[in-house]
Structures are given as C-alpha cells and as structure tokens.
C-alpha cells in the first residue's frame, strides 16, 4: 500500500509547480518583450531606409552623388554637439539632416537640371521645393520626421532675412535649420559641380566666414570654423567609409573628433526658443 504524501511534501511540490510556472511566464513575456522591441527597431529602421532612398533619389536628380547627404547628416550632428546640443538630440540631426532637400522629388527636370540662371517663374517653382519636403516628411507624430519636416521646410532661410519659404529671420529660424543651412553650404563648395570644380577647404571656409550674419547665424559660423580642422576629419572619415543606413542609425556611431574637445560657442544657443523644439525627441 502506497503512503499518501505528507501534508509537507504536498505543499512543497505545489510551490515548486508554481515556481516553475512562474519562471515561464516571465521567460516568455522577456521573449515577447524582447520580440517587440526588435519589431519596433525593425519597423523604425525600414520608415528610415525608405525615406533615406527617397532621399538619394532627390540627391541623383540634382546631379550628385549620395555620400553628400550622408556628410551632411554626420557633420550636422557633430556641429550640433559642438554647440552643446545633447547626444541623444544631435544625433536625431545625423538622420533628419539627409532628408533636407527630399522636395526636389517634386521639382521637373527642365528646372531642376537647368544649366543656365532660372527665370523668376522657374524660380518660384524651385522654391518651393522646402515646403514640398515639409509636405513629404509632415504629418508625422514620429519626432525624427517632425524633425525632418522642420529642416527641411527652413534650410533655405536666411539669418538676414532674406530666404524662402518664410522669410524667417535670426532666431526666428529653428536651430535645426540654420545648422544644416551652415554644413549644406560648406559640403556643397567643395564638392564638384557640372560647373565648377570643388573649392579648397581654406577657401569654403573664408567664403563660409564672409556670410556670417547676412546667410548664417554667425554664432554657428564661429563655431563651425573654431572646429573646423575635426569637422574635415569626420567629413574625410565618410567619404573613406562610406556608411550604409543601417550604419548611420546606429546609436554608437561616434566621430573621429570627441565633442569634448572642441570649441565652445561664446552665446548660448541653447536657450533660445525652439532648441529642436524643447529637446523633445
Ligand atoms: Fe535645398
């Protein structure tokens, strides 16, 4: 005749059936919970590549190559951390930076490829390329496309007054905008055109100084040519590497020059109003 169990070992295999049961409902919510976030990344990194491919196709359009919106993104990012912009924010910089002139999409061939100077109409059409991105970009509640939206509808302003689409003046341009608006402007001199070879860095820089105040807030212009010589090291380190999307989304990505050791602005950007909209990315 088989004893019945002690009320002690009955209690005891009862807890350790709980405690193995316990141990896998946790290790399957950990698996669920992990299974969520590499869907989230995975859904993140496709509406990036895709908006990034649309982005080359708007960079192929206008004659160049694609490595200048990944310099871009990179030497906007690294501006920003140079005017005390937190990690984590520039770095939403490197990504929404390339996206800037995803409007020329929407610009035709005769104007857009045009050799010669624009009549005011052609003009017109091509200025409308910033709302155009905007359009593209917006209506997102996705904060890297707000971002992007936002760099795109104001790179083309100027600090005096004088740019499109708004005619935003000073501050009145988000930080976001003048900064892209500083690297786009340097990126572009000394690359080649159709038209004219590329410029020297000596030389883009001075014509870079020359418009403090009148394109640029001169404040960033100070900082960009205080930092000027690791600036170049990380534009020279994409053109060698090159990196894929995938690579530029990686959060470790770090530049070849330490934000650290760089030069400061003397003005505090940062307390000015929009500071990427409050910092809210
Ligand atoms: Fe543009």
């Keep these: ?28 919510l950990g ?23 649309l982005a080359v196709a708007a960079e192929l359009r206008d004659g160049d190559t694609g490595v200048h919106i ?83 509808l104001h790179h083309h302003e100027r600090w005096d007054g004088g740019g499109y689409p708004a005619g935003l003046k000073g501050a009145e341009i988000p930080l976001s905008g003048r900064i892209v608006a500083v690297v786009d402007f340097f990126d572009a001199l000394t690359m080649d055109r159709c038209y004219r070879p590329a410029y020297d860095d000596e030389v883009a820089l001075e014509m870079l100084a020359a418009e403090a105040g009148r394109l640029f807030d001169p404040e960033i212009v100070a900082t960009f040519l205080a930092n000027a010589p690791g ?24 530049p070849p020059t330490p934000a650290a050791e760089r030069c400061k602005p003397t003005r505090d950007l940062l307390r000015e109003p929009d500071y990427f909209r409050q910092g809210d990315l």
């Design 70 to 152: 990944l310099r871009l993104g990179y030497l906007a990012e690294a501006l920003a951390r140079d005017l005390g912009v937190p990690a984590p924010v520039a770095r939403h910089l490197r990504l929404a930076a390339p996206m800037h002139d995803i409007g020329k999409i929407g610009i035709a061939d005769d104007v857009l490829k045009k050799p010669g100077q624009l009549t005011p109409e052609e003009r017109q059409l091509m200025c409308a390329h910033p709302q155009m991105g905007a359009d593209i970009l917006g209506h997102s509640n996705i904060p890297l496309f707000e971002l992007a939206a936002e760099v795109a």
């Design 231 to 254: 600036l170049i090291a990380l534009r020279d380190w994409v053109n060698l590497t090159q990196p894929s999307f995938a690579q530029m989304a990686d959060r470790e990505t770090v």
């Design 31 to 53: 698996r669920v919970y992990r299974e969520r976030n590499t869907a989230l990344h995975d859904l993140e990194q496709s509406h990036l590549e895709t908006l990034m491919r």
């Design 1 to 28: 005749m088989v004893e019945a169990p002690a009320a002690s070992d009955a209690a005891f295999a009862f807890a350790a059936s709980a405690t193995a049961q316990m141990e896998r409902l946790l290790a399957d």
